[in-house]
């Protein structure tokens, strides 16, 4: 409710810098990507000759041979209770503090080398979509909420129709 008054209060059109003001409706889409990464993250190929050890959280030592793949998974780190304060919640207010998260933290746009470039776009794209339909429609929110989906996790492309309910 804070994010829609947010938005329908403004007098001037949502566009330009009046979106970047909206903390609460960019906070929210922040906090529901951290809760949502839904793609599989990274996929790095093993180029070392002999592979190469790792540890598991367990302490169990695993050896990845050369030529193997390494998928690494958004929804971990961006679920980390060393990082998140309850981090199953939904709580938009944890990027409106001083507190930065870095890209190994908050890794729904992946990180390093292989960060996407086009995150701030989307970021901007978002907030202006959702800005937008908020100011013009009333939403409601199904209850029960139904329970987050794993089947379409990726952008690749499926057979069939993708469905909205």
């Known amino acids: 409710q804070k994010v829609v008054g947010e938005v329908r209060g403004r007098t001037s059109a949502v566009l330009g810098a009046d979106v970047s003001s909206g903390a609460a409706l960019r906070c929210s889409i922040m906090e529901a990507l951290r809760l949502t990464a839904h793609t599989i993250g990274g996929i790095r190929k093993v180029v ?10 367990d302490g169990k030592r695993l050896h990845v041979p050369h030529g193997q793949y390494i998928v690494l ?3 971990v780190p961006n679920r980390d209770a060393a990082t998140w304060a309850e981090p199953m919640a939904f709580a938009p207010g944890r990027f409106s503090g001083p507190r930065a998260f870095d890209e190994y933290e908050f890794t729904t746009f992946s990180q390093g080398l292989h960060r996407c470039p086009g995150r701030n776009y989307a970021l901007r794209l978002m907030e202006l979509m959702l800005a937008e339909m908020l100011r013009r429609f009333d939403f409601v929110a199904p209850k029960p909420l139904p329970g987050m989906s794993y089947e379409r996790a990726t952008l690749a492309q499926r057979a069939g129709p993708c469905c909205l309910d």
């Open 48 to 57: 070392a000759p002999d592979g190469f050890e790792m540890t598991q959280a």
């Open 73 to 75: 998974c958004h929804t």
